[in-house]
C-alpha cells in the first residue's frame, strides 16, 4: 500500500529544485523516495545538518558588517 505526502515550498525554490533534479534524472517524488530510504537507513537526517554558532548568529542579525577578500579568513573570522 502506497500514501501520498504532501507539503509547501516557496515557489521559485520549487522550480529551482526542479531543475537541479531534473539534470540528474529525477523527479520530486523519486527524490523524496530517495531521502525517505536513507533517512530511515541511517536512522536520522541522511547529511549534516548544523546550527549557526552564537557568533554567526548576532552577525547575521546585525547591522555591523565585516568584509573579508578571502573567504577563508571569513570562515577563520567565524570560527573563532
Known amino acids: ?8 515550498m516557496d515557489e521559485q ?3 529551482a529544485l ?3 533534479l531534473k539534470n540528474v534524472g ?6 523524496f523516495r530517495i531521502f525517505a530510504k536513507k533517512s ?3 536512522g536520522g537526517i541522511p ?4 546550527q549557526p554558532n ?10 555591523d558588517y565585516v ?7 571569513g570562515l577563520k573570522w567565524l570560527n573563532e
Not at 26 to 31: G, K, N
Not at 47 to 50: A, G, K, N, Q
Open 1 to 8: 500500500m502506497t500514501t501520498q505526502v504532501h507539503f509547501r
Open 13 to 15: 525554490e520549487k522550480a
Open 18 to 20: 526542479e531543475k537541479v
Open 26 to 31: 529525477l523527479t520530486p517524488a523519486e527524490a
Open 40 to 42: 530511515i537507513e541511517v
Open 47 to 50: 547529511f549534516e545538518v548544523s
Open 54 to 63: 552564537q557568533r554567526l548568529k548576532k552577525a547575521i542579525n546585525s547591522q
Open 67 to 73: 568584509k573579508f577578500d578571502d573567504a577563508e579568513d
